[in-house]
Structure formats: C-alpha cells, structure tokens
C-alpha cells in the first residue's frame, strides 16, 4: 500500500476557494441554488460534513464538474484519516500458487 506523503485537499476547501471565491458566491447563494439547507454547504466548507453521492451530483451540475471530481477528493481525504487511525497494519496474506 502506497503511503501519503501529504494530506489531501479537503472538498470543502476546494469549493471555497476553487469556485466559491473566484464566482463571489456566497454559502448561502449556493445552497439556494443547489436547494439545500446552508447549514450542509457550511458543514462541508469547514470540513464537518462530507460531500455525499447526492452532494456530488448537485455540486456538479451546478458548477461544471463531475461527480467523481467532488466524491475522488472526499475519498482521498476519507483514506488519509483511515490510515493515520489504523495505527499498524497486518502484513498481506501470502496467496498459495
């Protein structure tokens, strides 16, 4: 398994300052326009909540990107936090050939 060596770019910090700021939208302008509480943008922007499959689709077709681009960034910071609380690992189990 290949270790990383820095950790990931959380989604919402993307959202922040890939789109939010450069757009001059606000938290609020956003989730009304994806029709969502701000409270679930806000939980994402400061990495309290993580982007969701249905998250993903709606930021993507609001923003121009794919669902994959929001749920690939989720799951790289997902496994970085795994893998700094998994501690030691149990060596691979040798497969009889």
């Not at 994402?44 to 930021?59: D, H, K, Q």
């Not at 923003?63 to 030691?88: H, I, M």
Request: glycine share 8%; aromatic share 4%.
């Amino acid at each position: 398994m290949k270790k990383m060596l820095r950790k990931p770019t959380p989604p919402g910090e993307i959202l922040l300052e890939e789109f939010l700021k450069p757009l001059r939208l606000t938290q609020r302008q956003l989730a009304g326009h994806l029709g969502c509480d701000v409270k679930v943008i806000n939980r994402i922007v400061n990495g309290r909540s993580s982007v969701t499959a249905e998250m993903a689709v709606r930021l993507a077709a609001a923003l121009g990107t794919t669902p994959e681009f929001w749920l690939n960034a989720q799951q790289a910071v997902d496994l970085y936090r795994a893998t700094r609380r998994a501690g030691t690992l149990p060596d691979a189990i040798a497969h009889a050939g």
